[in-house]
């Protein structure tokens, strides 16, 4: 089966040499979430399975049963997210509420990437995020108008005018990805979950709690 062609793209980029293998019900998921989501965030998740590009945190639909990840998902985080856009009004000139944000993304220094759901179509879902860090005459939210494998393509290719976060980690250079079962071995074995090094200080502290609880 050939890939979706953005997810192609970010192959190119980002190898899937260490994806997680989960198989997600997406018809469940789809349910649970009250929404369809768009194919190419679909096909990321079947290609690479639950992870992370390197500070970019890929949220899936429902619960992860990996330690320390369960409430990291598009369903524990869309109520705070949606409180963000409430709070700030928004991207300005855009009248849609803040039921009409549905989260994909999060890390990188406290940013938080979303999909506006302006239409009844998933795959002309554009991005929108909420930076943390921005110039004092800006809105934290800004708009792009692209697909989430897209947005996360052109942010690493420096296809942006500028960097379209508050975090320059992805900007004009890539990441590795490494899937939340591989972060878990990793850190049993000593060694860094991120990198595969051996960790130093392994075994000095405890295993990691739920960053998002």
Known sequence: MNPHPD???LLALVPADCAGGERIDWSA???????ALPSDYKALLDTYGVGDIGDL????PLPSDVRGWASC????????????????????????GA??????????????MAW??????????????WRRHHAWSESPWALFDCTMVQFITRMMLG???????GDVSLWKRTGTFV???????????????????????????????????
């Open 57 to 60: 945190v890929i949220l899936p």
């Open 73 to 96: 998902h598009i369903g524990a985080r869309t109520d705070d997210l949606r409180g963000l856009w409430a709070e700030d009004a928004g991207v300005p000139g855009v009248a849609s």
């Open 29 to 35: 998921a789809e349910g649970a979430l009250g929404t």
């Open 99 to 112: 039921d009409a944000v549905l989260p994909w993304g999060t890390g990188m220094n406290a940013n938080e």
């Open 159 to 165: 296809r942006f005018d500028a960097c379209p976060l």
């Open 7 to 9: 997810v192609a793209a």
């Open 116 to 129: 506006l759901m302006n239409g009844p179509d998933p795959d002309r879902w554009p991005v929108v995020a």
């Open 179 to 213: 899937s939340r079962r591989e972060q878990e071995r990793r850190f049993q074995a000593g060694l860094d979950p991120f990198t595969g090094e051996p960790d130093p200080y392994a075994g000095m502290f405890p295993a990691p709690v739920d960053p998002f609880r």
